[in-house]
């Protein structure tokens, strides 16, 4: 059973970075052919997309967030991270990482890990 743990502050200050980071059990993250996703969730915005890790350490990122998004991952810990920077207000969001192929219709993700609320603010 692959489960995906996330931890990281649940609250930043405007202007600074956000860091999650999510960790894998029951599963390898380099383990063919799984994407690694970030997803997060408001009222304002629903469902949103923010980018995903592959298997190979390949990065695909949501073209709304993609000028301020990084992810990468330690193999050696079996983890990946999502780093949004210069983060206002409206990415006050829950936050979720996932597994699954983001690219299909609808989108594939098997597993999720929890949602975390994630609130910018000073």
């Known amino acids: 059973q692959v489960q995906l743990q996330q931890s990281g502050p649940g609250l930043v200050k405007p202007s600074q970075t956000l860091s999650r980071t999510c960790t894998v059990s029951g599963g390898s993250i380099t383990t063919n052919y799984h994407y690694w996703n970030w997803i997060r969730q408001s009222p304002e915005k629903g469902l949103e997309w923010l980018g995903a890790g592959t298997y190979t350490g390949g990065t695909y990122y949501s073209p709304s967030v993609k000028s301020r998004t990084s992810i990468s991952r330690d193999t050696s810990k079996n983890q990946f991270t999502l780093q949004l920077s210069s983060v206002t207000p409206e990415d006050t969001a829950v936050y979720y990482c996932?597994?699954?192929?983001?690219?299909?219709?609808?989108?594939?993700?098997?597993?999720w890990g929890q949602g975390i609320q994630v609130t910018v603010s000073s």
């Open positions: 996932a597994r699954g192929y983001p690219f299909a219709a609808p989108p594939g993700y098997d597993y």
